[in-house]
């Protein structure tokens, strides 16, 4: 596989249900990216990973768990989500988290429907 | 705060024609980057072209084009020779290189491409 992949790229589960959301790339970058792409919506970033440190957490609810065991793998734990997290949620990679020049390289997304 | 708009939730424009989708953002940094990404219907977004805030030169990919306006705060984006194939949602983007490596997306424009 190439780029960035995203399993599954659909989900749907209730509100009491726990899932995971993985994500890995394959371009040998060193710092990775969770979105959530809403309807009508600017894209939201939700967490910054850079060497598997996370570096940003923009006031995201607890009931989104991140967690980064190596510089290719992510993923989102989720846990007693609302339907209003329901969304597309993307990954991304780059080379650098301080070279801001360098372009970010997307996932295909997991399309998340809570009930 | 820093904010991207895309004043144009959605645009069309005849296949071979010209087209310019419009962005602004709003910061107080003198150093940062500006991209526009495309996301074709089938969701991996992917870089279109990318402008280092201290070069002058506006930056060109083929037929893809950007007029920098940096003191307007302006980043617009030309499609020349339109084809089919860019039909996509179109977000402009801001970055700046900090210890949080802020990204910060615009609402996006989508562009319909007509034969």
């Known amino acids: 596989e190439t780029g960035v992949t995203q399993t599954p790229r659909h989900l749907v589960m209730g509100m009491t249900n726990k899932k995971s959301l993985k994500c890995e790339q394959h371009?040998?970058?060193?710092?990775m990216y969770w979105y959530k792409q809403s309807a009508k919506k600017p894209l939201e970033l939700m967490f910054v990973y850079s060497l598997e440190e996370r570096v940003e957490n923009n006031s995201v609810p607890s009931r989104f768990s991140p967690e980064c065991p190596n510089s290719s793998h992510l993923f989102l734990h989720l846990h007693t989500l609302q339907p209003e997290d329901s969304a597309l949620y993307l990954c991304?990679?780059?080379?650098?988290?301080?070279?801001?020049?360098?372009?970010?390289?997307f996932g295909p997304g997991t399309r998340l429907t809570v009930l | 705060a820093q904010t991207v708009t895309q004043s144009q939730p959605e645009m069309s424009v005849q296949e071979a024609e010209t087209v310019t989708l419009s962005c602004t953002y709003d910061t107080s940094e003198s150093d940062y980057y500006l991209f526009w990404y495309k996301q074709p219907p089938s969701r991996q977004m992917i870089l279109v072209i990318r402008q280092e805030a201290y070069k002058q030169q506006n930056a060109t990919e083929n037929r893809f084009s950007v007029n920098f306006q940096k003191a307007a705060k302006s980043f617009s984006l030309k499609i020349s020779d339109s084809q089919l194939g860019d039909a996509a949602m179109y977000f402009c983007a801001y970055r700046v290189q900090d210890r949080d490596d802020k990204i910060i997306f615009g609402k996006g424009t989508r562009l319909h491409i007509l034969p």
């Open positions: 991304a990679s780059s080379q650098g988290r301080f070279w801001s020049y360098n372009e970010q390289f």
């Open positions: 371009l040998g970058h060193n710092a």
